[in-house]
């Protein structure tokens, strides 16, 4: 799905003086190294496309292709397809502030903060490398989205812990969770999954 929006959306379309679709290319790119990413992690190797598949026949014929990457291989490519929106000289701003909800997930929330992903991917090339410039750029990533000049990120909550009530544990008090609710402004992204009972598989998470 990715794919086929990134080949027929009009990036160059300029409205006031900007690229109108800039926050959703970045947004689609961004869930589509989601998604590779993810792959990566479960299968370690697995048939990279970058083009449309509109046909069962165009799916068949891109596996049976051999074009296959490893997580060294995916991030390479990642990298270098959102590197040069990490650079632009905005942070939260290039995510969508959307008011309105899909499965309960306001839609603000179902965009990846771009140099987040890009932190992800470096330190995630880095770890099977073992190259100290991946781990260095992944914490510059990290370092810019929570610390982006005017643009800083602030804790919301105090509540940051699981602790012990008493010296017996007889009980534990634990905020943990609380990070996880949608009303948290730190939840930074969150992936609205299935809930349609009608083919026997869906999800409240």
Not at 195 to 204: A, N
Request: proline letters at 3%; a negative charge.
């Amino acid at each position: 799905s990715c794919n086929i929006y990134l080949a027929y959306v009009d990036g160059e379309q300029i409205s006031n003086g900007e690229r109108k679709f800039l926050k959703e290319i970045i947004a689609v790119k961004c869930y589509r190294a989601w998604a590779y990413l993810e792959l990566a992690k479960i299968y370690g190797e697995v048939p990279f496309v970058t083009t449309p598949i509109l046909t069962a026949d165009a799916a068949e014929q891109a596996v049976a292709s051999g074009e296959r990457r490893d997580m060294v291989g995916i991030c390479d490519y990642l990298i270098e397809d959102l590197k040069e929106y990490g650079e632009l000289s905005k942070n939260d701003e290039l995510r969508h502030t959307y008011s309105a909800a899909f499965n309960k997930v306001p839609l603000d929330k179902c965009f990846f903060p771009v140099r987040v992903m890009l932190g992800e991917l470096y330190l995630w090339r880095g770890s099977f490398t073992q190259n100290r410039m991946d781990f260095e750029e992944a914490a510059r990533y990290y370092h810019d989205y929570l610390a982006f000049t005017n643009e800083e990120m602030r804790k919301t909550t105090t509540m940051e812990s699981a602790n012990w009530n008493d010296p017996n544990f007889n009980s534990v008090a634990s905020f943990y969770t609380s990070f996880f609710s949608l009303s948290n402004a730190e939840t930074l992204t969150a992936i609205p999954m299935d809930t349609v009972e009608y083919f026997g598989t869906y999800t409240d998470l």
